[in-house]
């Protein structure tokens, strides 16, 4: 386990924070008026045995805070994890595009909070559906803050936000009995979608393994829209935000993902926040891709459609700077539940763009805090206020916590001598970027947001053999779960315009038949438009494959923080165990040692070893990896203990590297991998399954190999075992 850091302390957001943290260590307990209580445990009575009286002003304090302790969870992204952290730009490089002093002053530490969240689930859902992941920052900058709430996918499902609530509606459990939980196989769904050809993008990610992340600390991240820097000349270039993790990007497979969300349901949540407590900081560099303004009608597709993405083999991707989570918020409802994004908190050198998406979300943010935070002074709340003071004359409102003093709530004013008085923009006050805008009042949608096919067919056409078969699985599992077979029907006559092997493959997953539409497929417009405005353009595009969408193309190699189960009973050989475990603990990896039982066991050398979980409470999907000990004892404990060899089975099954040291071959051999495969497990059947010996060195090095590649999906070519 890596050494215990110290958080940082001193930085300008956790010394404003500092000012209202609460800790009663030491202190008697007291009402909200600081009256001390004396008793905390008993009623006031009108006898030992009595009615308990109206008068009982403690008790109806505590009481009645404990009625209001919930607020509204968001209406989506509601279940989510963040923490604290700094981000550092490298160098003075983004100054010919931007005036933002985050992002050009490599000097300076911008303390920020990230919260992930899923999409569609409750507050209190598990954290590995099948879904979107939100990848929210807020930057608490010397100009202010700046919220970049983007996405674990670049692209989004819809292309104007009045469609939002109906997506969203369609997503969510159904109205009339309010199921399924987190989860998008289901009727509504999948019906939005067939009607929908826009969504096409953003599904073929939604099936795809980037929906089922290993760790939140192991995605990508996007600001999806196209945005704007300005530099001090005023002049504008288009920018798109990436977040690329140092530890690369990983997923789990289907069938792990919905074993962890029975084993553990806040698998992510704890994955965080103890990678951060360990000292293990999760790290991600931002990259930018900057397209001048003059080029901006120079791609096959729209710059402002946030259906779209710019291939990295087309624009590259900077890497600009780097940001480091590094402390856990001291409580989780203050800070992670209470932070309030939105898109529309700019620095001077950053700006929107006409994206009709981004459009509508400038609305909504504010708006959806007004019910779920109470009011309009959420931004007085620690979590959301910036490090920079706020003047202006916005005044009350319920919960105003500010004391604003003075004669004046009004500009222009002569009492206050003008004060608080409007910043030039040489004095770091913000103007909005002047675009010119020469146009009839419509509600249209440009005809050249009507490529639908060409971006989901580029996405599919770079993934890697594992990762499509993955996608075909996962659209036979959701549309499998709808039961109404004109929607399937639909959804595979749009994947014939994707790719017609992926359709076949679909439709014969489903027991259909890939038909030609007969009607228009897209019914989203309105209603006295012509339908073929709105129908499907061809485009031929550029690129056929964007390597840089593919995971197999992320960073491997390091298995810093992850997580090694060591399966071990009475007997373990000592050596076995702790020469694997000195070498896997020194490059990063985390070892849990699981037995039969809780407790202690005795290895051979007559020494406790602690358990760190019994099988009864533990399982493989909660690992990326395991080992075996030698020691005769131990292993013939554990051939008799069923759940091992079903813990042996499953690793494999999900394409986990495995090794078992001398006669623990013994063990594997009793398991369904020997059975399955049907070969002589003496020979190793790929790089993952390691049957050798702990006395030969490159044994542990080999191991060690295993667990930096994450999964050998090549075995899933042979088939599946059953577990
Ligand atoms: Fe959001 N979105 N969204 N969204 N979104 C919310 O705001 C909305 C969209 C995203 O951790 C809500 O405070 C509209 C795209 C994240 O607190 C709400 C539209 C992207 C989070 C809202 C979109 C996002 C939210 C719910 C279409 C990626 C969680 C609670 C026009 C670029 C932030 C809240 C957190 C949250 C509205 C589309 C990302 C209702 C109307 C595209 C990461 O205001």
Redesign the pocket.
Known sequence: MTKKQEPQKGNSKTDDLNQNTENGRGHAMTTNQGLKINDDTNSLKAGERGATLLEDFILREKITHFDHERIPE????AR?S?AHGVFKVYDDSLKKYTKAAFLTDPSRETPLFT???TVAGFRGSADVPRDVR???VKFYTEEGNYDL???NMPV?F?QD?IK??DLIHAVKPEPHNEIPQAASAHNTFWDFVSLSPETMHNIMWLMSDRAIPRSLRMMEG????TFRLINEEGKSHFVKFHWKPLLGTHSVVWDEALKINGQDPDFHRRDLFEAIESGAFPEWELGVQIVPEEDEHNFDFDLLD?TKLIPEEIVPVQKVGKMTLNRNPQNFFAETEQ?????GHLVPGIDFTNDP??Q??L???T???LS?LGGPNFHEIPINRPITPIHNNQRDGIARMEINTGKTSYHPNSISQGDPRQAKVSEGGFASYQERVDANKVRARSKSFMDFFSQPKLFYNSLSEPEQSHVVEAFCFELGKVDMPEIRQRVVNLLSKVDGALAKKVADGLGLAVKKPEEPINHQFGADANPQDYQPVKVTPTLKESPALSMVNTIKGSIKTRQIAFLAADGVDSKSLSIMKDALESEGAVVKIIAPRSGFIKDSSGNEVKVDHSILTFSSVLVDAIYVPSGEKSINTLKQTPKVIHFLDEAFLHCKAIAADDEASELVKITYIAKYLNKNLEKQIDNGLLLGSISDKNFSENFIKAVGNHRFFEREKEGKIPA
Do not use: E, K, M, W
């Open positions: 968001r209406i989506v992204h989510g963040g919260r992930f969240s939100g990848f929210a709430v983007g996405n989004f819809i936000a939002f609530p996007f600001g999806i829209h946030p932070i309030a994004f939105h898109p998406l981004l509508g979300r609305f909504s943010y708006d959806t805090q779920r």
